[in-house]
Structures are given as C-alpha cells and as structure tokens.
C-alpha cells in the first residue's frame, strides 16, 4: 500500500495551495492530513470519512484549509487557504480503516512521504 502526497512548494502568505494524496491499491474509510515543522512534534490537520460527510479540523487551521477525496480516483485533498508562515510544515497523508475519526496520529496504520509547504511572509 503506497500514499503518495503532492501539491507542495512555495507561496506567500495570504496565498493558497491544494495538496493531493493518491493511494494505490487500497481505499480506506479514514483518511487525514498531518504535519511537522522543523523541531516540532507531528500534529494533526484534518480527517475525513468515507462519505465525506465528516470531518475534524484542528483549531489552527479550522475556516482557512479543507479536506476532501474522491474515492473513484482514490485521492484524498487538502485545500488551504489564506496560508500563513506558521503553515509551513511538511504535510503527511495518513489512513485507517477504522471508521471513527481520530486526531492521534498513533492510531493511523498508513502514512506518506510527505510534502513540503512553505509560507514566506
């Protein structure tokens, strides 16, 4: 099983970006984002159900960033808005296929490579 994130790079503060993560082979009934700054604890972003319909966002990032997927592409999507410079981070897609929602990263069986978000100000 491969998470494959992308959508990474370089933009100013105030500007957006859209991570992507594909999975290959599998499809899982939670997925979420996570990341970690430089000499920073990995923490939670977002997570979402298999519908769709539910989804937790930490409190950082809650009204600027959304997530969503598209099972038929097997995708998983991140769209952050209104970035600021304490965004950057590398961002990590993350699966399970327990279906409650959680946001402790030690209950997540599938991760990616990750990709890198950075927010000049």
């Known amino acids: 099983v491969q998470l494959q994130a992308s959508g990474g790079g370089l933009v100013q503060a105030g500007g957006s970006l859209r991570l992507s993560c594909a999975t290959s082979?599998?499809?899982?009934?939670?997925m979420a984002w996570f990341r970690q700054a430089p000499g920073k604890e990995r923490e939670f972003v977002s997570a979402i159900n298999w519908s769709g319909e539910n989804t937790i966002y930490a409190e950082s990032v809650e009204g600027r960033f959304t997530i969503s997927r598209d099972n038929a592409k097997n995708t998983l999507y991140l769209q952050m808005n209104s970035l600021k410079p304490e965004d950057t981070a590398i961002y990590y897609c993350?699966?399970?296929?327990?279906?409650?929602?959680?946001?402790?990263?030690?209950?997540?069986?599938?991760w990616g490579q990750g990709t890198q978000v950075t927010v000049s100000s």
């Open positions: 993350a699966a399970r296929h327990a279906t409650v929602l959680t946001r402790y990263r030690g209950q997540y069986n599938y």
């Open positions: 082979g599998r499809s899982f009934n939670t």
